[in-house]
């Protein structure tokens, strides 16, 4: 099971090697499936292929894009995938997770309307008028990992054993209140009022990596309305879908969900409460079937955190600098993620499921979507840092049958390190032109 950096150039090799890790890896050839469209609410995507959100960190001071945040987008929309997942975006200033990250307030709407409406036009430019992206804007809230300035300035759901640790937070740092908390359901209120009026089809609740709404679902220790039974952690979650399906009916709800943290009890999230490496999906399923019933249309399922739990959370050949390679092949912690949405979309059929994790299979993730979509363990086929190395992946897969086995995402984590370093972060070794530059700058700043 020890860790392996990738090595697989056929097929035989990669099926080979998960026979090996007694690995049951979905893998077709025919790739037909990826070009059907996929239903979620009135709308059709007009295919299978996804982009996870990705922060780009290059917004400007007031939360707008700005220039490399257009490019990225519109490379993206020019790459054909079927949904395009717009980034973790702030539903208050201090919610932000660093100075340059995108906002959604009055201040901010026209320059992110533009922003997708530009998106749309790329699309529309490249594969005609009736290739048109499902658009989702993820609404987020930092907590304990906020930076809205130049420093950290952490907002806790609860105080946690490793983590605190970790970050060095004090034991007497407040947590934040309930009535706090209730105020902050408005604020996403208003932001999905504000996403339907731009013309977003959907917003997601972000609930994932151990960010606010994330932690609260793990808030085994919290006292308080939002705090001890599944009925308490989940409130928030659940409250705020009702009031925006209220409130917007027509906008499609959507969340992106830790359904494992991967984090020790009483502070994980769907793990079991005496081994911390195991899964323990009762309450996530319970709560899945709940947001469905609530309204929710389509979940993104991730897991883990991507400071302290990396390899969870995205597979990769190289962890960041300075950071240990943990001791777990990458194709195992690929067939994980694969489990977990394989297991929600048991939970509830009805759902629609994207998938994360396919990055790391390089040029096979094509032939592993497709197994999975064959398996029904998943609709939609997300791809995040493979799509910042090589945006018409899904053009390629659609078109070619392929994918350039010589333009896949390395899973080399730069794109994490200029994110660690505070830099406006793509991919260095495929867009090396704009992106090597700051990754220098970002090392040189911090080994000064
Ligand atoms: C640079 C970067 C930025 C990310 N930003 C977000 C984000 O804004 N929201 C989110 O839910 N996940 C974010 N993620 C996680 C990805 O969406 C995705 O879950 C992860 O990369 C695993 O998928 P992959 O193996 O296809 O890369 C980010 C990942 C990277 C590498």
Known sequence: MSHSRFRYR????????????????????????LAQPVRIGAAKTPNALGIHPMEGCDGTVDGSPDVLTHRRYLRFARGGAGLIWFEATAVTAEARANPRQLCLSPQTASSLALLRQQTMSAAADAFGPHHRPFTVIQLAHSGRY????????????????????????RPDHPLIGDAELDRLQDSYIAAARLAADIGFDGVDIK???????????????????????????????????????????????????NI??????????GVDKTCTGLPDLTEPLRLVRLLYGAGVSLINVTAGNPYHSPHVNRPFDRNVIGAPTPDEHPLYGVSRLLDLAAAVKRAEPRLVVMGTGYSWLRHHLGNVGAGVLERAGADIIGVGRGALAYPEFAHDLLVYGSLDPHRTCLTCSCCTQIMRDHGQTGCVPF???TYGPIYDRGRRAQSA
């Open 10 to 33: 056929t097929s035989e090799q990669l099926l080979d090697e998960a026979a090996r890790l007694s690995i049951d890896l979905p893998y077709v050839s025919d790739l037909s499936r």
């Open 146 to 169: 906020s930076r809205p300035v130049d420093h950290s300035a952490p907002i806790l759901a609860h105080h946690d054993g490793v983590l605190d640790d970790v970050m060095g937070i």
């Open 207 to 257: 609930s994932c990596h151990r960010y606010l709404l994330s932690e609260l679902l793990a808030a085994h220790t919290r006292p308080g309305r939002y705090g001890g039974s599944f009925e308490n952690r989940t409130r928030f979650l659940l409250e705020t879908v009702r009031r925006i399906r209220d409130a917007v009916p027509d906008l499609q709800i959507t969340i992106r969900l």
């Open 260 to 269: 494992f943290d991967a984090h020790p009890y009483p502070w994980g999230w």
């Open 431 to 433: 867009d090396r032109n």
